[in-house]
């Protein structure tokens, strides 16, 4: 059976979160560890928070072009207010995103990563906005289950929508 995999574009608004930078790592547990940092920092009943269970990583979409190394977790703020020390600030400048929902194994995970990548080098009209300080953006839901609280090679069914900057071609 040949698997559809919906790629719609959306407008983003901007906003402000708070984050800790991580790298890639070979077991992919960079993430995890950076998200038990940040809510060791940043209690989920802060009342600074955005409404809605999700954490992100941003990717910075310069990145792209060689290799993604660098990420954030981060949770979306109201406002700023006292930041405590390790966690960083960042402004998302929202916008037109090439977006699709990942909701199946690993392998189906790759392949909704393939079908963006695809749609964008087959659209006559967009690509991935790669200019400096533009970040895409993963959400990771936290309920019913959190996936930043167990190891990557735990996860049965990964659960995230992708959301990439974009910007029309130039002709």
Request: one cysteine or more; charged letters at 20%; glycine letters at 6%.
């Amino acid at each position: 059976m040949q698997e559809t995999i919906a790629i719609n574009l959306v407008e983003v608004a901007p906003f402000k979160t708070m984050a800790v930078r991580t790298g890639m790592t070979p077991d992919k547990s960079g993430t995890r560890v950076a998200w038990s940092h940040l809510t060791a920092q940043v209690q989920l009943n802060d009342t600074r928070l955005m409404d809605g269970p999700s954490a992100y990583v941003f990717i910075p979409q310069e990145q792209w072009i060689k290799k993604v190394d660098t990420l954030w977790v981060g949770l979306a703020v109201r406002e700023f207010g006292d930041v405590p020390d390790g966690i960083e600030t960042l402004e998302v400048k929202g916008g037109l995103c090439v977006s699709a929902q990942v909701y199946g194994n690993e392998a189906h995970m790759w392949r909704v990563y393939d079908a963006i990548f695809t749609w964008l080098e087959q659209s006559p009209y967009y690509e991935i906005d790669r200019r400096q300080d533009v970040l895409g953006m993963e959400t990771v839901p936290l309920e019913p289950f959190n996936a930043l609280t167990v190891p990557y090679s735990e996860i049965e069914t990964f659960n995230f929508k992708i959301l990439y900057p974009i910007r029309k071609k130039s002709s």
